[in-house]
């Protein structure tokens, strides 16, 4: 494979048993887990392994992703955390774009200040063995062209050793944009770049559309997120052409679901983001779990 893939961390999904179940089939040659969130304490240590276990159990590189705004708590946190050889890194999320997380100042809400931004990288990866970190990040908070402030002070720093990059602005949430418009700021956000290696997110649900952003804009590599879900063994398909197609992949993965320990209301929200609330699939799933109460 040319570049780097990587699959989303997707809060609210990627707990516990499902990193398990994904790894049990090799779906993911690498993670980011979803992010451990520091607000004025830092959870205890016992409570933060306990996400993320399943992952560090994978077999495969595991990057914990942190999000918060009080750089020393970060940087402790970080500390702990790298302390366990199976964490291969450190990502700081500046990109989430909740109401509720950049209400209080987290997230999205912290590319309002690029300078804080870097000098948080600067405090929280002198923590961790080798003295960086990597960011995920959108384009901005309003505008797009805040990335041409906000990305240089970020690889200035010297400790930003990658960057994960959403082309959308946390304003614009997840609204649909033309794709010559998210590659445009892919590009641009690449050449800002300079030499800190760049990866592309957002809207990507194949390998031909990983191929084209990746040829289009110079990134070094793709993060996918849910539209693997519907597509599970699409990371493996980068790899692997004789991959499960999605309709038998999908399959499989549930049976892993299942098979992990995952029950209940956590495995109907599973199966809907596997195959949509309205196919006959779900529906099955739904009278087949329900029949067991």
Same mark, same amino acid.
């Given at each position: /494979? ?29 993670? /980011? ?21 399943? !992952? ?10 942190? /999000? ?33 997380? #950049? $209400? ?10 690029? =300078? ?19 960011? $995920?990040?959108?384009?901005?908070? +309003? ?23 959403? !082309? ?5 949430? !997840? ?23 760049? +990866? ?6 194949? #390998?031909?559309? =990983? ?10 590599? #793709?993060? +996918? ?36 320990? +995952? ?31």
């Amino acid at each position: /494979m040319k570049f780097e893939v990587w699959p989303g961390p997707m809060e609210g999904v990627g707990r516990g048993e499902f990193a398990g179940a994904a790894a049990m089939l090799k779906l993911a040659p690498r993670w /980011m887990t979803p992010f451990i969130r520091i607000t004025e304490v830092i959870p205890a240590e016992r409570k933060i392994f306990k996400s993320i276990v399943p !992952y560090l159990d994978s077999g495969v590189p595991v990057t914990v992703q942190l /999000m918060g705004n009080n750089a020393n708590l970060l940087r402790e946190c970080a500390s702990t955390v790298t302390a366990n050889p199976a964490v291969s890194g450190i990502n700081l999320n500046f990109g989430c774009p909740s109401s509720r997380v #950049v $209400k209080h100042g987290a997230g999205g809400a912290m590319l309002k200040n690029p =300078a804080l931004l870097a000098d948080l990288c600067k405090t929280v990866a002198d923590g961790v063995p080798g003295g960086t970190v990597s960011v $995920k990040l959108r384009s901005g908070f +309003i505008n797009a062209d805040e990335m041409e402030d906000i990305i240089p002070q970020l690889t200035a720093s010297g400790v930003v050793d990658k960057i994960f990059f959403h !082309y959308r602005t946390v304003s614009e949430n !997840y609204s649909s944009l033309p794709l010559p418009l998210r590659e445009e700021r892919i590009k641009r956000a690449v050449e800002l770049c300079g030499s800190v290696p760049l +990866i592309a997110n957002g809207d990507i649900s194949s #390998v031909a559309d =990983a191929e084209r952003v990746v040829d289009f804009t110079g990134a070094a590599g #793709v993060m +996918i997120a849910r539209p693997w879900l519907r597509d599970p063994f699409l990371l493996r398909r980068f790899s692997d052409p004789d991959a499960p197609a999605a309709d038998r992949g999908r399959e499989l993965f549930f049976s892993a679901l299942k098979e992990s320990g +995952i029950t209940g209301g956590a495995l109907i929200e599973l199966a809907k983001l596997l195959w949509g609330v309205k196919s006959p699939e779900f529906q099955r799933c739904v009278e087949s779990l329900q029949s067991q109460d």
